[in-house]
Each structure stands twice: as structure tokens, then as C-alpha cells.
Nanobody, 116 residues
Framework: QVQLVESGGGLAQAGGSLRLSCAAS????????MGWYRQAPGKQRELVAS???????NYVDSVKGRFTISRDINKNTMYLHMNNLKPEDTAVYYC??????????WGQGTQVTVSS
């Protein structure tokens, strides 16, 4: 199973920016799909953004135009660039990796708090 370590969370003001990082223990080129999920208090975990090995991306409507997901294969790291943050973006953000035939891997989560 892939080990994933997130970093970059913290406190930001509304309208501000943060960048989350997810470092993988294996070459991320070998991972079919990587994604960022988030879970706010009292809510279900939701997919925020995902990216495939071939570079296609997908975003939940609420972050389109504000968040950008990317991969750095040389660093085995995935990023989530978050701009124009809103209080409703406050949540614990989790990194996820999926490859056929292997159980999905999750990071430990990183807290993002956006103040109004």
C-alpha cells in the first residue's frame, strides 16, 4: 500500500490562498488516480479534485476556477493549489491514491480553516 503524507494546511482568511502537498512513498507515475477529499464537521467526506496518470483532472463544482490539482512526478508529490478561499472550504483535507488491484491509500489529513 502507498504511504501518503499531507502538508500545507493551516489558517487563511477569506480570499486568501493555501497550497496542500501530498508526498507518496512510491513513484506517482505508477498510481492510476490521485485525489483530494475533504470532510467538514458533521458532513460526509467529498471528492474535491482528482487527477489521473495521463493528466486529466476533475473538480467538484464548488471549487472550479479556484482550486488547481497538479502532480510533480520527479518529487512524487501531488498538490492542491487553493485560491480565493471561502469559509465553506474549512475542512480536513485528505490525499487519496487508487491503483487497480490495490486497496486505496489515504493520508492522515491536514486541517484547513478559512476565517471570514
Amino acid at each position: 500500500q502507498v504511504q501518503l503524507v499531507e502538508s500545507g494546511g493551516g489558517l487563511a482568511q477569506a480570499g486568501g490562498s493555501l497550497r496542500l502537498s501530498c508526498a507518496a512513498s512510491v513513484s506517482i507515475f505508477s498510481i492510476s488516480v490521485m485525489g483530494w477529499y475533504r470532510q467538514a464537521p458533521g458532513k460526509q467526506r467529498e471528492l474535491v479534485a482528482s487527477t489521473t496518470r495521463v493528466g486529466s483532472t476533475n473538480y467538484v463544482d464548488s471549487v472550479k476556477g479556484r482550486f488547481t490539482i497538479s502532480r510533480d512526478i520527479n518529487k512524487n508529490t501531488m498538490y492542491l493549489h487553493m485560491n480565493n478561499l471561502k469559509p465553506e472550504d474549512t475542512a480536513v483535507y485528505y490525499c487519496n491514491a487508487q491503483t487497480a488491484g490495490v486497496s486505496p491509500s489515504w493520508g492522515q489529513g491536514t486541517q484547513v480553516t478559512v476565517s471570514s
